[in-house]
Nanobody, 126 residues
């Protein structure tokens, strides 16, 4: 099982980036893919989640209306489109996969996720 996160970089405030999370090796599929982020000196923060069974999407209040999570099943890839970026969005972004059922109210808990990608750095600065 492998999750490969990519797409990070340096962007100006107000700009946009799209992160990708390529999943491989999930022979039984996965229940959900989530994105988390962690800035230096802070705890890991949940950003968004996509439930694979029906494509339902969930967002943290801090990114709602600016970020969009989506998927391309043919490519086994989940995307995080980040618009209207702010300096406080600066962090290492991680994607993670949940293989078993979990209710939506638990999607923000990192311990619900079974596999993690390596992280990709996003820096928002002028």
């Amino acid at each position: 099982v492998q999750l490969q996160a990519s797409g990070g970089g340096l962007e100006q405030p107000g700009g946009a980036l799209t992160l990708s999370c390529a999943a491989s090796g999930f022979t039984q599929g996965y229940y959900a893919i989530g994105w988390f982020r962690q800035a230096p000196g802070t705890e890991r923060e949940w950003v968004s989640c996509l439930r694979n069974s029906d494509g339902s999407t969930y967002y943290a209040d801090s990114v709602k209306g600016r970020f969009t999570i989506s998927r391309d099943n043919a490519k086994n890839t989940v995307y995080l489109r980040m618009n209207s970026l702010k300096p406080e969005d600066t962090a290492v972004y991680y994607c993670a996969a949940m293989v078993g059922y979990s209710p939506p109210e638990m999607f923000g808990e990192s311990y619900e996720y079974d596999y993690w990608g390596q992280g990709t750095q996003v820096t928002v600065s002028s």
